[in-house]
């Protein structure tokens, strides 16, 4: 089955700079990749995805990046905001029957005031 | 937030009672997932359902029963709880083909003690 990786597991950054988070998947029959932003005490957030046949997307301060044959794909975050704190998922998701959405362990980002 | 409700949104119950939480949707999404959230795991798959009385299992779905009689509501019973299953547990909904979004609720806290 699929198995996603994500890196780092923590990540402080001061207001204003860009954060990075990564992640890795194993099988090649996923073809949707979305993150999400969790805040605490409530239920994670979906901010932006992309498909197989997209190799970036943005919107706004933040970006997607996706490597099919590397199988990885990124989120990017600029000009950071204290906001911006809250724990980052990646998954990945198969286009097969079922759906099923396989998550990373996460990415605690903290933006530094 | 999407159109999803869970209950209780936090339980304290004792070992070996059984305990059901509930999903309640209102966006008429076919797909319905149970994932428990717990430190260093991200969100796991317990259950998921493809549709009414269609249901499957995920990757942590020892001690855990689902049931889906209408397309609005997936229930998640814990026969016997244990102190292993204290976690948070969040419902998922998601819509009909391949690369669909998924939203969350905003979760169960559960204690087992």
């Known amino acids: 089955g699929e198995n996603v990786e994500q890196h780092p597991s923590t990540l402080s950054v001061q207001e204003g700079d860009s954060a990075v988070i990564k992640c890795t998947y194993s099988?090649?029959?996923?073809?949707?990749f979305p993150w999400y932003k969790q805040e605490l005490g409530k239920g994670p957030q979906l901010i932006i995805d992309?498909?197989?046949?997209?190799g970036e997307k943005k919107d706004q301060r933040i970006a997607v990046t996706l490597n099919k044959t590397a199988k990885h794909f990124s989120l990017h975050i600029t000009e950071t905001q204290p906001e911006d704190s809250a724990v980052y998922f990646c998954?990945?998701?198969?286009?097969?029957?079922?759906?099923?959405?396989?998550f990373g362990p996460g990415t605690r980002l903290s933006v530094l005031p | 937030d999407a159109g999803i409700t869970q209950s209780p949104r936090h339980k304290v119950t004792e070992t070996g009672t059984p305990v059901t939480l509930r999903c309640h949707q209102t966006?008429?999404?076919?797909?319905m997932y149970w994932y428990r959230q717990d430190p260093g795991h991200g969100l796991r798959l317990i259950h998921y359902?493809?549709?009414?009385?269609?249901?499957d299992k995920g990757e942590v779905s020892d001690g855990y029963s689902v049931s889906r009689s209408k397309t609005e509501d997936f229930l998640l019973t814990l026969e016997s709880a244990t102190s292993s299953q204290t976690s948070v547990y969040f419902c998922?909904?998601?819509?009909?083909?391949?690369?669909?979004?998924?939203?969350f609720g905003q979760g169960t806290r559960l204690t087992v003690v």
């Open positions: 966006e008429n999404h076919r797909y």
């Open positions: 998922a909904i998601a819509g009909t083909g391949g690369g669909t979004e998924a939203f």
């Open positions: 992309i498909r197989s046949n997209v």
């Open positions: 099988d090649s029959a996923s073809n949707y």
């Open positions: 359902s493809y549709g009414v009385k269609d249901t």
């Open positions: 998954a990945a998701s198969p286009h097969n029957y079922g759906q099923n959405f396989v």
